[in-house]
């Protein structure tokens, strides 16, 4: 899917839910104290509003499909249907592997963020909360509920489910920063991209080093965490007296919070959280690579470089909370970009509809599924707390 395109929706957006002092979330009252950031979320809207904001984001969804797709790229959805039909079966077989590949790679990195999971449960955490994630507008905080009730039926305490949000959380923001930024310098290094391009892959490179040296700080020791807390309290801050907001208190707390909590997990397994995320990005971008190769795209100016581009601006465009995973608006950017690499609009609108097919339609069903699972699978419940923190 698109890691919305992160397959739990994504978590890290709520990360402001969690409170401050994990370690004081043991027993009931810490689980009354932090409740499921969903619930929160759901008693602020009343059901005339989400009723309206549901019917609004699929409205827009049809007349991105009906109408947008279509007039920005030229794309004709009869072509574009006999285009599909010339698949071949083994054709699909392949994507279909490559697919399911991918996400239970996805899996490596749930279960590195919380030890004792197991990969089956990761599958049907991952599916369940992309089913919810791809239907329902705004579904970021539906994805951490989902993670909080599934995790506690599985035994897993509150601080232990809160820590794979936000280290999960992180590995996610560092993968979505690192594509585009990736493809900007394929890009300007195999000399397709302009001068402005250039620039703003140096600046990006830059940006996500700082954002590695910061979070090697934070981790490093207590004092470094709270400097680095302040620090980002005095610039938020900065920001929020521009929108006469109250500013930002409390960041360095939280900060030296998360390193406890997290730094053993982290120098265990972040290497682990790292190859998976890798991989996991790597088979999604084959997906789509296999989709426009399949499927033609008219003539070869558009090859893996530009297609990973597309892919990263894919990427970008799913977090858009318009829509649901940003449906609509994501596939017809990325038809966009191919044709403006060069790739005949028919096929290229084919593929990216083949590509959106497996990361998001298909994640349907199989969370209805996963749901099932879940709740008929009573040999995986245990008391909530009962595995211990990793």
């Not at 280290?167 to 001068?195: D, E, M, Q, T």
Request: charged share 15%.
């Amino acid at each position: 899917m698109a890691p919305t395109d992160d397959p739990v929706g994504d978590p890290f957006v709520d990360a402001h839910l969690v409170p401050p002092h994990l370690d004081e979330l043991a027993g009931a009252e810490g689980r009354e104290a932090l409740r499921v950031p969903a619930e929160l979320e759901l008693r602020g809207k009343s059901p005339a509003r989400r009723v309206v904001e549901t019917v609004a984001s699929f409205s827009v969804v049809v007349v991105l499909f009906a109408f947008a797709l279509p007039k920005v790229t030229g794309a004709e959805y009869g072509v574009v249907w006999d285009t599909l039909g010339t698949l071949m079966a083994w054709q699909v077989l392949v994507v279909t592997v490559v697919w399911l590949a991918t996400m239970w790679s996805y899996t490596g990195v749930m279960v590195a963020s919380l030890p004792g999971l197991r990969h089956t449960q990761a599958l049907v955490l991952n599916f369940s909360g992309s089913a919810l994630a791809n239907v329902v507008p705004f579904g970021g905080a539906v994805g951490v509920g989902v993670t909080y009730a599934m995790g506690r039926s599985w035994g897993f305490g509150i601080p232990s489910i809160t820590r794979s949000i936000v280290v999960s959380g992180f590995w996610n923001v560092f993968a979505k920063l690192a594509i585009p930024l990736s493809a900007l310098a394929l890009l300007a290094f195999s000399g397709k991209a302009s001068g402005e391009l250039v620039l703003a892959a140096v600046v990006g490179v830059a940006v996500l080093v700082v954002m590695v040296v910061v979070f090697a700080l934070v981790l490093r020791s207590d004092a470094l965490a709270r400097s680095v807390g302040v620090l980002g309290e005095r610039i938020a801050s900065m920001a929020t007296r521009l929108v006469r907001k109250p500013p930002v208190t409390g960041l360095g707390d939280r900060l030296v919070a998360f390193r406890h909590d997290s730094v053993d997990l982290l120098r265990r397994n972040w290497l682990a959280l790292t190859f998976w995320m890798f991989v996991y990005t790597i088979g999604q971008f084959a997906i789509l690579l296999l989709c426009v190769r399949y499927l033609g795209t008219g003539n070869d100016s558009a090859g893996w470089i530009e297609v990973y581009a597309a892919f990263a601006f894919n990427r970008l465009l799913t977090t858009i909370p318009l829509t649901p995973s940003g449906v609509g608006i994501a596939e017809t950017g990325t038809v966009a970009l191919l044709t403006a690499f060069g790739a005949a609009t028919n096929p290229a609108t084919a593929a990216v509809l083949l590509y959106s097919t497996f990361t998001y339609l298909l994640e349907i069903p199989l969370g209805a599924l996963g749901w099932g699972v879940w709740a008929t699978r009573k040999s995986w419940r245990r008391p909530v707390g009962e595995r211990p923190i990793g």
